[in-house]
C-alpha cells in the first residue's frame, strides 16, 4: 500500500544546531507539503513543491529550508534551531494542487532546548 | 482574507448523543474546496471529506453527515450517535483555486470528547 512516512518520529536538539527533518512518499504524488502544527494555530504551511527542482515558500518559512531532488522525498531543513521552533511537523503530499486531498505523514516531534 | 474559524475550542458529550462541529469560512474566491480532518489520540491526521464550492448537496456516510451553506459560509460535521473511538481533535481547512498553491488553510481545530 502507497504511503507517506516521516522520521524521526521524535527528536530534542540544541538551539543553534541544524536539524533535517525527513519525509517519504510513495503515492507518486508531484505535490508535496511541510505544515507545522501548534496549539492554538492549527497547522499552518512551512513549504510546498509541486514537483522535482520546484519549491515554494509558505506563510511560516523563515529558518526553513527545503529541497526536492527526486519524486518521493521532501526533506526539511532547521538551518539553525530555535525554541520557537519546537512543534510538532508533518509531512503531506497530494495529487493535484486544489482539487484533492492531502494525506499526512504521522508527524514529528520536535524539542529545541 | 482567506480564514476558517472554529468557535469550539472543546466539546464534551456523553456516548450515543448527537455533536455538530462549526466551521465558517471567508474566501473571496468562487471556486474552493473545504475539508475535514480528524487527529485521534495517535496524532496523525486522517481524511475524511471534500466538498467543492458547486456542490452545496448535503453529504452522509454512515454516522457523520456533512452540511454546507454557502449563503453562510458554513461546513458544519454531524456525527449522529457519538462513540468514544469518536474522540478526536476535527479540523476544517479551506483550499482556494486561485491561490494556485493547493495549500490548505485550516481552523484552530475542535477537540471532541465522547465519554462512555
Known amino acids: 500500500d502507497a504511503e507517506i512516512t516521516q522520521s524521526p518520529r521524535h527528536k530534542i536538539t540544541e538551539t543553534g544546531r541544524q536539524v533535517t527533518l525527513a519525509c517519504h512518499q510513495t503515492w507518486n504524488h508531484n505535490n508535496m507539503f511541510w505544515y507545522r502544527q501548534d496549539l492554538g494555530h492549527g497547522l499552518r504551511l512551512i513549504h510546498y513543491?509541486?514537483?522535482?527542482?520546484?519549491?515554494n515558500k509558505g506563510e511560516v518559512s523563515d529558518g526553513y529550508s527545503v529541497s526536492r531532488s527526486n519524486t518521493e522525498d521532501l526533506p526539511l531543513t532547521l538551518e539553525s534551531a530555535a525554541s520557537s521552533q519546537t512543534s510538532v511537523y508533518f509531512c503531506?503530499?497530494?495529487?493535484?494542487?486544489?482539487?484533492?486531498?492531502?494525506?499526512f505523514g504521522p508527524g514529528t516531534r520536535l524539542t529545541v532546548t | 482574507a482567506q480564514k476558517v474559524t472554529q468557535a469550539q475550542t472543546e466539546i464534551s458529550v456523553v456516548e450515543k448523543e448527537d455533536v455538530t462541529l462549526d466551521c465558517v469560512y471567508e474566501t473571496r474566491d468562487t471556486t474552493y474546496y473545504l475539508f475535514w480532518y480528524k487527529q485521534p489520540p495517535s496524532g496523525e491526521l486522517v481524511f475524511l471529506i471534500r466538498r467543492n464550492s458547486f456542490d452545496e448537496q448535503n453529504e452522509i456516510s454512515g454516522r457523520y453527515s456533512w452540511n454546507f451553506q454557502k449563503s453562510t459560509s458554513s461546513f458544519n460535521f454531524t456525527i449522529t450517535a457519538s462513540q468514544v473511538v469518536d474522540s478526536a481533535v476535527y479540523f476544517c481547512?479551506?483550499?482556494?483555486?486561485?491561490?494556485?498553491?493547493?495549500?490548505?488553510?485550516f481552523g484552530q481545530g475542535t477537540t471532541l470528547q465522547v465519554k462512555p
Open positions: 503531506a503530499s497530494s495529487e493535484s494542487t486544489q482539487s484533492y486531498e492531502q494525506y
Open positions: 481547512a479551506l483550499s482556494e483555486v486561485s491561490s494556485n498553491t493547493g495549500k490548505l488553510i
Open positions: 513543491s509541486y514537483g522535482v527542482q520546484d519549491t
